[in-house]
């Protein structure tokens, strides 16, 4: 009865914080206990009425989606541990000037500098926190004469981390056609990807249960509408029904998503419309505060 007054307590001490909490800042609104029954409780109702975020990290679990940010490098997955993320969704910083041009990939000083390539550790750390049989959704430019190598290198990549090619499905961007001289272009791939063996999301009609693969039938194409740029509040942001038809497809209700490269914050906006939990990375400063306004969620760090 006692436990279950201090488990009380401390869901009453995040709920008026707001945010996820450290367990060192949970512990001090408890000064005469001990970190480690501060520890004991969250351990004894996680799932039930906390939920870890990362390691020492908790959050208050309502059932409802969630999303939160956090400032600095997204290649650096050191806060979670080893097969606790159900998901990656992510759309990473492009220094093609040509597949820029026309795309919502606006060659942009103020992002070029934080432009790089994926190396072999990076998808090393993408399966290391990746749950078996989880999904790592990358997305991609158009393939074009100056990246094709590189793309093909990511799967390469992808694949040697025991990231499995699983589907590409092309996200074409509405009706408008760019005109970048003799090439025409309105699209993007959506790579999926998976760790091991695809997880169970399929519901099997005619035995019941489920099987391998994604919850739905992945489409030929994804295709939605771009976000106009007078509505945009990020050069390549994506659009919220991208993101959750991708979301949908990969995650159950409750689960955890990370971005690594998160821009607008649009995973975010889509994780909390479809009740999953949105772990946002993002190394520059004002874009942290634009997707903070864009999230309407208080501004949170969560370095630990
Ligand atoms: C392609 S944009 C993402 C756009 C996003 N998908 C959206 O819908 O708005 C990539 C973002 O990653 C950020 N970025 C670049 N390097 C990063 C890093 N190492 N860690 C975290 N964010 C980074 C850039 O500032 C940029 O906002």
Redesign the pocket.
């Known amino acids: 009865m006692k436990q279950e007054i201090l488990a009380k307590r401390i869901a009453d001490v995040i709920q008026q914080n707001g945010r996820p909490m450290h367990i060192k800042e949970i512990a001090s609104h408890f000064p005469d206990k001990p970190e480690s029954t501060i520890r004991g409780r969250l351990y004894t109702n996680l799932k039930k009425r906390f939920d870890r975020v990362a390691r020492g990290v908790y959050m208050l679990l309502s059932g409802d989606g969630a999303a939160f940010v956090v400032e ?4 650096n997955l050191a806060m979670f541990e080893d097969e606790s993320v159900d998901a990656i969704v992510t ?4 220094e093609d000037e040509a597949s820029n041009k026309g795309t919502n ?1 606006v060659f942009d000083k103020t ?1 070029d500098h ?3 390539r994926y190396t072999i550790e990076d998808f090393e750390e993408k399966a290391r926190v990746l749950k078996e049989g989880g999904f790592l959704v990358e ?1 991609l430019p158009a393939e074009n004469e100056q990246n094709f190598k590189y793309l093909y290198e990511i799967k390469v990549m992808a694949e040697a981390a025991g990231l499995n090619y699983y589907a590409k499905v092309p996200w074409r961007k509405g009706k408008c056609v760019y005109n970048t001289g003799r090439k025409s272009k309105n699209s993007e791939d959506i790579m999926f990807f998976v760790k091991g063996r695809a997880r169970a999301l399929r519901p099997d009609k005619q035995r019941g249960g489920w099987m391998s693969g994604t919850s739905y039938m992945l489409p030929t194409e994804f295709d939605f509408e771009p976000i106009s740029p007078k509505k945009r509040i ?1 050069q ?3 659009p919220v029904e991208l993101y959750e038809a991708i979301l949908e497809a990969i995650t159950r209700p409750g689960e955890m998503v990370v ?9 975010g906006r889509a994780a909390m419309r479809r009740g999953r939990i949105g772990v946002l ?4 400063k004002e ?1 942290v505060s634009r997707m903070v306004q864009n999230l309407s969620i208080p501004e949170i760090s969560l370095q630990v």
């Open positions: 600095g490098d997204g290649r759309d990473h910083p492009w990939r992002y934080t432009s790089f997305i990020h390549a942001e994506k971005d690594q490269f998160a821009g607008s914050g649009n995973l990375f993002e190394i520059l874009n």
